[in-house]
Nanobody, 125 residues
Framework: QVQLVESGGGLVQAGGSLKLSCATSGGTFSTYLMGWFRQAPGKERELVTFITWSGGSTYYAESVKGRFTISRDNAKNTVYLQMNSLKPEDTAVYYC??????????????????WGQGTQVTVSS
């Protein structure tokens, strides 16, 4: 059973930074493509970013490009999301997700097999 546990969320002022972590257990971390999604109240869950198995490739949503950075440490079974220049519109519950599939879409929630419980990020103006 693969488990994902996020941490690092909180309340920050606009322009500030937060770093989220997602620790995994119960599987072989290096075989998972890892993603971060977010869901704001009344909105659908949306992809923020993902990183491939060895960390060689990444994708960012346009809304976060240049401000957020995803990274992974396969020795620590952990993926990170560094969020800089935060804006009030970044306020959401952030979810870590993993997939072991080598094909399919990684841009939608349906493409992922495992999910964390989420961590709240609130950016005040």
């Amino acid at each position: 059973q693969v488990q994902l546990v996020e941490s690092g969320g909180g309340l920050v002022q606009a322009g500030g930074s937060l770093k989220l972590s997602c620790a995994t257990s119960g599987g072989t971390f290096s075989t998972y493509l890892m993603g971060w999604f977010r869901q704001a109240p009344g909105k659908e869950r949306e992809l923020v970013t993902f990183i491939t198995w060895s960390g060689g490739s990444t994708y960012y949503a346009e809304s976060v490009k240049g401000r957020f950075t995803i990274s992974r440490d396969n020795a620590k079974n952990t993926v990170y999301l560094q969020m800089n220049s935060l804006k009030p519109e970044d306020t959401a519950v952030y979810y870590c997700a993993a997939t072991s599939r080598y094909s399919g879409t990684y841009y939608a929630a349906s493409g992922y097999d495992y999910w964390g419980q989420g961590t709240q990020v609130t950016v005040s103006s």
